[in-house]
């Protein structure tokens, strides 16, 4: 009964001296590790010591993929706390709604965390609908509201002021909704800094982020020479691989790999190698992987890598 079972696939050729006219065919094999060191199910092309083989599946570098971050909603400036969202009020009220607490949150969270800050204007505005009186007051009033917030979230109310303008200072046209929208809005506005803690500009937020990639990949062990080679797997020796094979370990930690395939005359071939994508179907060992060698059904196909740094083979169908 084997005990752990790797699962190794290659593409081996026919032949141990190059020739093209040999199409390459699919073998899988199961490494039993019954067995220190030797033969994978009765083939030679590729065999491992399993357990220095494990030990080595740990990927020297990783790539980072780099994500795009969304523009915060809000953002300490030099003048400012700007916001990119809106706060919302009931129709003719000065009762916010629960929608906009998250917003508000965040405002408070700047405000705890820059304690420099000494002194925060917070500005309502409307649009021009209803009477100049009607407007100044619903605005100073929403003003207030967004003050006794922010100042509830364990913010120093000494630090925080309000305003209301009503419709005096629009930004935008009063005669269309996208405008009178517009001009429905509270603003914060900084009027005081502690000069022996401010920065000169409060720092960016980053726009990307770089995230190390995770799940699983299939590492290739590519032998393009003629003769035998001592298979090396970041730094030390794990096994053996035939001429002219090209073998793939399914499954192991994506990331970079330092493949080092050294020959009986001495040379050592160093590649460091990335993970790729080897889609099946794949064969099963022993002698059903020898049956599968004359299957011209059985074709593995291959993602295209450049990084691998080597073109994968034709399929059969395409040597014949």
Do not use: C
């Not at 953002?75 to 916010?96: C, G, P, Q």
Request: glycine share 8%; net charge negative.
């Amino acid at each position: 009964m084997l005990a752990h079972l790797m699962l190794i696939s290659a593409l081996s050729a026919q032949a141990a001296t190059p020739n093209p006219a040999l199409p390459l065919r699919p073998t899988t094999y199961p490494v039993d590790t019954r067995f220190s060191s030797g033969r994978a199910e009765g083939f030679l092309d590729f065999s491992v010591d399993p357990a220095t083989f494990a030990d080595q599946l740990k990927p020297v570098a990783k790539r980072k993929h780099v994500k795009k971050l969304p523009p915060p909603r809000v953002l300490l400036k030099r003048d400012r706390i700007e916001i990119n969202d809106r706060i919302y009020f009931e129709t003719d009220k000065a009762v916010i709604k629960p929608e906009s607490f998250g917003l508000l949150d965040e405002i408070a969270k700047i405000l705890v965390d820059h304690p420099e800050v000494t002194r925060l204007s917070i500005e309502g505005h409307t649009d021009a609908q209803g009477s100049d009186r009607h407007n100044q007051k619903l605005s100073e009033a929403r003003a207030k509201a967004v003050r006794d917030y922010v100042a509830g979230k364990g913010v120093d109310a000494s630090r925080l002021e309000f305003h209301g303008y009503g419709e005096s200072r629009p930004v935008a046209d009063n005669a269309t909704e996208e405008g009178r929208a517009a001009n429905r809005r509270v603003e914060f506005v900084v009027k005081g800094w502690d000069t022996a803690r401010a920065p000169e500009a409060p720092p960016a937020p980053p726009t990307v982020i770089e995230e190390p990639e995770t799940g699983k990949g299939d590492l290739p062990i590519v032998n393009t020479g003629s003769s035998w080679g001592v298979v090396s797997l970041n730094g030390r020796e794990v096994g053996r691989v035939a001429p002219l094979t090209n073998a793939v370990v399914h499954d192991v930690p994506a990331g970079f790999y330092d493949v080092a395939i050294r020959f009986q005359n001495g040379f050592e071939e160093k590649q460091r190698v990335h993970t790729v994508q080897v889609d099946g179907p794949l064969v099963p060992g022993g002698e059903d992987a020898r049956a599968a060698l004359d299957d011209p059904d059985i074709v593995p196909t291959w993602h295209d890598h450049p990084e691998w740094g080597y073109n994968p083979p034709a399929s059969p169908a395409q040597a014949e």
